[in-house]
C-alpha cells in the first residue's frame, strides 16, 4: 500500500476533526438546532473549510450515520470471530450490539429527540449504502444462525434468514425504548435515579427468549 502524501494525511484529519466536532454538537443541541457555524466553532475551523468538506448539516449527519453503522458492524465481526462455538457467536451478537448504542447514546438519541416533528427528519434519509450494509450484515447474522441449526442448537423449522430479522426485531425493541427514555431524562433535566438498566444488562433477556422463547416451563 502506498504511503500516504502529507497533503492526503492533512485531509483526512480535518475531515476527521469536523465529523469529531459534529459527533458532539449534534449530541448537545439535536439535529435541528445544531448548525454548521456551530460544528466549525468546536473543531476550530472556519466555516468555508467545513463546507469544503460537506455540502451542508444533512449530509454531515448522513456521513456519520454510514461511520457508526460500519464501525458497529467491524466491532462485532471482530468480536465473533474469537468466541469458541456458536452459540458464544450468537451471545457476543447481541452483547456487543447493545454496548456499541450504549456507548453512544448521545449520538444515536438524536433520532428520537427529533421523532416528535412533524417536520423532516434526517432519519427518513438514511443513505442507500447504509441501509445495503445493515441488510449484509444481516446476512451475517443469519450465517451464523445457520451454523446453530445445523447443529441442532436452535429448531431449523424457520429460515435462518427470518430467525436473523427476529434478533435484530428484539434488539431494536430493547434499544429503541432506551434511547427514547434516556432522551426524555435528558431533556427534562433529571438525574439517574440509580435503579436504571445498563443496556447490555437486557443481554440476557433477549438471548433467553430467543434460544427458549416465551413457552411456559
Known amino acids: 500500500m502506498l504511503a500516504l502524501s502529507r497533503k492526503e494525511r492533512d485531509r483526512r484529519l480535518r475531515r476527521e476533526d469536523i465529523l469529531r466536532a459534529a459527533e458532539h454538537i449534534f449530541a448537545i443541541k439535536g439535529y435541528h438546532k445544531a448548525s454548521i457555524q456551530d460544528i466549525a466553532g468546536e473543531a476550530q475551523y472556519a466555516v468555508g473549510t467545513v463546507y469544503l468538506y460537506f455540502k451542508d448539516k444533512e449530509v454531515l449527519y448522513t456521513t456519520l ?11 462485532v ?48 434519509r438514511i443513505p442507500q449504502k447504509t441501509v445495503e450494509r445493515f441488510l449484509n450484515y444481516l446476512d ?16 431449523n423449522d424457520y429460515p435462518a434468514q427470518k430467525m436473523a430479522y427476529i434478533l435484530a426485531s428484539m434488539l431494536n425493541a430493547v434499544i429503541f425504548p432506551w434511547l427514547r427514555s ?11 435515579c ?21 413457552k411456559a416451563k
Do not use: C
Open 194 to 214: 440509580g435503579n436504571g438498566r445498563s443496556l447490555k444488562d437486557m443481554s440476557g433477556f433477549i438471548l433467553d427468549m430467543f434460544f427458549n422463547g416465551a
Open 182 to 192: 434516556e432522551s426524555i431524562r435528558t431533556s427534562s433535566g433529571a438525574k439517574p
Open 140 to 155: 451475517y447474522v443469519a450465517s451464523i444462525i445457520k451454523t446453530a441449526q445445523a447443529g441442532g442448537i436452535i429448531r
Open 65 to 75: 450515520i454510514e461511520q457508526k453503522a460500519q464501525e458497529l458492524i467491524l466491532t
Open 77 to 124: 465481526k471482530n468480536k465473533v470471530v474469537k468466541a469458541k462455538d456458536v452459540r458464544e457467536k450468537i451471545k457476543v451478537v447481541v452483547q456487543e450490539h447493545l454496548s456499541y448504542f450504549e456507548k453512544n447514546e448521545d449520538f444515536f438519541r438524536i433520532y428520537f429527540s427529533e421523532r416528535s416533528n412533524f417536520s423532516w427528519t434526517v432519519k427518513d
